[in-house]
């Protein structure tokens, strides 16, 4: 089993729609959770950390379940410019502070 | 803000030659770079962990003879890879990680071996 999966996708959606991501990880030790965009041939960028209490950023609203060890990204009214490949990534503590494992990525494409 | 540097964004060389990429953290100091490693469609891969004055930390698979890392100052980690072969090719990314909660990455170096 993978340490990050995540819904594989491709999401194909018209503008303002609202998308959803799940991400799920298997070390119950990690103590960090983030969600990165890649846009193509590019870095990731961080897109928000993910807090316990859940948070929100203008259109995108990130939630944290540690009982069943996922995090999801909510985006409202898509806009054409969020289409990215989106990962979640994960960071355990300890020796390995620091160290985020990604997971596959999702691609999403807002299309008119 | 905080900002990573890599050297060259792209190159393309012959199987059999090495190649050095630079990661550099350009306003902050970096006591540990992360080297990561994408293949097309795939997700970001750790290599290994760099670390200012020390030994780096290799991930399982990752060959430690040929993928030689120096971190020799607090603002610059090396990645060699040493005798490319084309399924060398890929994207490497650093990241550089101020012991603060965010992660700065690189732009990102693009091998292409022939």
Redesign the interface.
């Known amino acids: 089993r993978k340490e990050v999966e995540q819904d594989p996708g491709p999401f194909n959606v018209p503008e303002g729609a609202t998308v959803a991501f799940n991400c799920t990880y298997s070390n119950s030790a990690s103590q ?1 959770f983030f969600w990165y965009r890649q846009d193509c ?6 897109l928000m ?1 993910v807090y316990s209490s859940g948070n929100e950023d203008g259109r995108f609203t990130a939630q944290l379940n540690r009982a069943s060890q996922y995090i999801s990204l909510l985006i409202r009214d898509s806009k054409l410019s969020d289409s990215a490949t989106y ?1 979640c990534a994960v960071r355990a503590g300890g020796t390995s502070y ?8 999702t691609i999403l494409t807002v299309h008119p | 803000g905080a900002v990573v540097s890599q050297h060259p964004s792209r190159v393309i060389c012959k199987s059999g030659t090495s190649v050095k990429i630079e990661c550099r953290s350009l306003d902050f100091q970096a006591t540990t770079m992360f080297w990561y490693r994408q293949f097309p469609k795939q997700s970001l891969m750790l290599m290994a962990t760099s670390n200012e004055g020390s030994k780096a930390t290799y991930e399982q698979g990752v060959e430690k003879d040929k993928f030689l890392i120096n971190h020799a100052s607090l603002t610059l980690s090396t990645l060699t890879v040493t005798s490319a072969h084309p399924e060398d090719s890929s994207f490497y990314i650093c990241s550089a990680f101020p012991r603060t909660d965010t992660q700065y990455f690189g732009p990102g170096t693009r091998l292409t071996v022939l």
């Open positions: 960090s041939r590019k870095e990731p960028k961080l950390s990962l620091g160290k985020l494992t990604f997971g596959q990525g």
